[in-house]
T-cell receptor, first 115, second 116 residues
Framework: AQSVTQPDIHITVSEGASLELRCNYS??????LFWYVQSPGQGLQLLLK??????LVQGIKGFEAEFKRSQSSFNLRKPSVHWSDAAEYFC?????????????FGKGTKLSVKP | GAVVSQHPSWVICKSGTSVKIECRSL??????MFWYRQFPKQSLMLMAT?????????EQGVEKDKFLINHASLTLSTLTVTSAHPEDSSFYIC????????????FGPGTRLTVL
C-alpha cells in the first residue's frame, strides 16, 4: 500500500538559515510526488511536483525538491528561509498510470521561523 | 491558473441540521473532484472521489448517506453533511483535477464546520 512518512513533526529554523524537510514514500510503481504548504486555517497551495524527468524540481517561493528513487525520498529544500515560510508542509504521493490520481498525504511538518 | 473556491469558508450549525458546502473550479473544467477532511493538527484524509455525472466513490469508513456528494457539472461539486453532530466538526477541503489521468490536484481554501 502507498504511504508517506514525514519524520519531523515540528522544525524550527532561524530566518535566513537553510531548510530541509524530509519525506519518504512507499509505492510499488513510479510515484507522482508533491509538496504542498498550508497556512493556518487555509487550504493547500502546491509548491512543486515531480512526475518524471529531471529529479531536481524547482517550485515556487524558492523551494526545490530532489527525487531519490534509491532512498524513496523526496526532500524539500530552501537555501534561505523567510519568516513568511512559517506554515505546515505536506508531502503527498499520487498513483501514476491513468488512475484517478488519489493523493496520499504525510502527516505534515510544522515549520516555525525564529527572527 | 487553476483556482478552486469553496463556499462557505466557515459555518456554524445546530446539531441535527444539514449543511451544504460548495466546491467550484473557477477557470477550468474539473472532471474529478475530491473531498478531504482534516482534523486539528492532522493530515488530510480523503473522504470521497467525485466524477462529473456519476456517483461518488467513498473511502472505507465514510458514510455515504451522511456525507452526500453531488458533482452535477464540470465546475461544481457539493458536499452535504446531513443530520450533523458535534463529531462532524472539522475542516473540509475539496480539490479538483483537470482530467482523469493522474495530474495535479488544485485545492480549495477549505470550509470550517462547527456543529453545536
Amino acid at each position: 500500500a502507498q504511504s508517506v512518512t514525514q519524520p519531523d513533526i515540528h522544525i524550527t529554523v532561524s530566518e535566513g538559515a537553510s531548510l530541509e524537510l524530509r519525506c519518504n514514500y512507499s509505492y510499488g510503481a513510479t510515484p507522482y510526488l508533491f509538496w504542498y504548504v498550508q497556512s493556518p486555517g487555509q487550504g493547500l497551495q502546491l509548491l512543486l511536483k515531480y512526475f518524471s524527468g529531471d529529479t531536481l524540481v524547482q517550485g515556487i517561493k524558492g523551494f526545490e525538491a530532489e527525487f531519490k528513487r534509491s532512498q524513496s525520498s523526496f526532500n524539500l529544500r530552501k537555501p534561505s528561509v523567510h519568516w513568511s515560510d512559517a506554515a505546515e508542509y505536506f508531502c503527498a504521493v499520487g498513483a501514476s498510470g491513468g488512475s484517478q490520481g488519489n493523493l496520499i498525504f504525510g502527516k505534515g511538518t510544522k515549520l516555525s521561523v525564529k527572527p | 491558473g487553476a483556482v478552486v473556491s469553496q463556499h462557505p469558508s466557515w459555518v456554524i450549525c445546530k446539531s441535527g441540521t444539514s449543511v451544504k458546502i460548495e466546491c467550484r473550479s473557477l477557470d477550468f473544467q474539473a472532471t474529478t473532484m475530491f473531498w478531504y477532511r482534516q482534523f486539528p493538527k492532522q493530515s488530510l484524509m480523503l473522504m470521497a472521489t467525485s466524477n462529473e455525472g456519476s456517483k461518488a466513490t467513498y473511502e472505507q469508513g465514510v458514510e455515504k448517506d451522511k456525507f452526500l456528494i453531488n458533482h452535477a457539472s464540470l465546475t461544481l461539486s457539493t458536499l452535504t453533511v446531513t443530520s450533523a453532530h458535534p463529531e462532524d466538526s472539522s475542516f473540509y477541503i475539496c480539490s479538483a483535477k483537470k482530467d482523469r489521468v493522474a495530474d495535479t490536484q488544485y485545492f480549495g481554501p477549505g470550509t470550517r464546520l462547527t456543529v453545536l
